[in-house]
């Protein structure tokens, strides 16, 4: 079990920016837009600028965990301006 609390990412401390395990689990969800963000926001959060933060290497190893999933196989879309499309 990761104590992802122990980790930082880009965001440490931000009460605006849901911590690594919530994007973690939105990544299943069964609504492709929030995976989509979920995907965006874990990108910001881990590779911000190109930088890597601790939560890196667990969190890619939790993503990889997850490719088995059946609710991984939905298809990426972007908006124009290259973020991902909002829910609702």
């Known amino acids: ?44 959060l881990v590779h911000h600028q190109g930088g890597l933060y601790s939560a890196a290497a667990p969190a890619a190893t939790a993503v990889v965990a997850m490719l088995q999933d059946p609710r991984t196989r939905t298809r990426s879309r972007r908006e124009p301006d290259g973020t991902p499309p909002r829910s609702g």
């Open 1 to 44: 079990m990761t104590d992802w609390s122990a980790l930082d990412h880009a965001y440490t401390g931000d009460p605006g920016m849901p911590e690594t395990p919530q994007i973690l689990v939105a990544l299943l969800d069964e609504d492709p837009a929030v995976q989509n963000r979920a995907l965006y926001d874990l990108h910001d």
